[in-house]
């Protein structure tokens, strides 16, 4: 009969350790305490004293309950860092201070940013350096911090050093080309989807809109409009370049956007026969390009094909609507944190740049 029993009691104890019914309410019951406290038990929170912990844990252990994946709990969970993190943080430093981040390029690849470290639960801390010569910020210092995610300009040899022993990783083409891996969108690829867009509108000639070349460094315009006119050379379409001796207007007020559009205007007007398309490689005089035609009677998207530069970039909308750049902003904050975590875990790697394709956006 005492064996019986036991086999009995055996039995049982094997059909309530197979159980999928059990659930942290039965615990509960057993160890005579609330919901809440079995979940911070089994999610391994201190918050429960020793006492109760054990006693949940011996309830857990005598009806055979088994807690499911932590990646399947509800409610919050303890944080779980990617292989290869020390701290579990990332700074993201903006080395031309806080203006970049204010634009809308900059905002869109922020929220990328903050987004995937949120799904993989690494802390972000965020640093502007307004000035080189002032206080650095304290990711510089050794801080505890796994890696940088950086977005400026390029930074002097003396305070690169103090930056560049981190995994690093640049956001879009400016920024230090030495050290660090980099995201940036296609900007060749830009110049030549807008000249295939233009050339498809007629037979007559098309025009790119550019700045200057500056020696100290290749910008993004330069990338543009040299690709375009690489291509139109190729395919042998009647192309013409204007601007390629106009400063840029990167940091400049409206006044002296306006006058460099209304020059670049002044050119295109005498151009002979007229361009049938219009492509600004440079994004921050899109509006005023098109204030200017309209003003000559030449309106943009009816009486020729107009690429007015990123989404993103013109400081207000342009009427018709012409045809825009996605760089996809957001993708490239998100795919700069996959990439620096592929830097934490395989620091041998040679350097990376990474090239998003963008998109026109025709109306």
Known sequence: LRGLVGSEMCIRDS????????????VAQEAGVSTATVSRVVNGRSTVSKETASRVREAIQRIGYRPPPPASRRGPKAAVHPVGLKHGAFSFVWTGGGKSESTLTGHAMLVGVSRA???????????????ENGPLPFAASGAKVDGLLMQGPRLSPAVAEKFSSLPTVWL?????HEWGDRVQPDHRGIGRMAFEYLARQGDGPICCMTYA???TRWDYWTERSDAFRQV????????????????????????KRIAAARRLVDEFMALDPRPQGL?????????????????????PMEDLAFVAGDVESPYRPIRPS??????????IGR?????LLTRIANPRLPRITQIVQPRLLIP
Not at 335 to 339: F, I, K, N, Q, S
């Open 15 to 26: 059909m309530k350790e197979q159980s999928p019914t059990l659930t942290i309410a039965d």
């Open 117 to 131: 470290m949120r799904d993989r639960q690494i802390d972000l801390n965020v640093h502007y350096m307004d000035d």
């Open 172 to 176: 879009l083409m400016s920024g230090s």
């Open 213 to 215: 070349y500056r020696a």
């Open 232 to 255: 139109a050379e190729q395919e042998g379409v009647d192309h013409v370049l204007l601007g390629h001796d106009l400063e840029p207007c990167l940091d400049e007020d409206d006044e």
């Open 279 to 299: 492509f600004l490689s440079m994004n921050e005089i899109g509006c005023f390009v098109a204030d200017e035609l309209q003003r000559r009677g030449v309106t």
């Open 322 to 331: 012409p045809v825009l750049v996605d760089i996809h902003s957001r993708d």
């Open 335 to 339: 795919l700069a944190v996959d990439l």
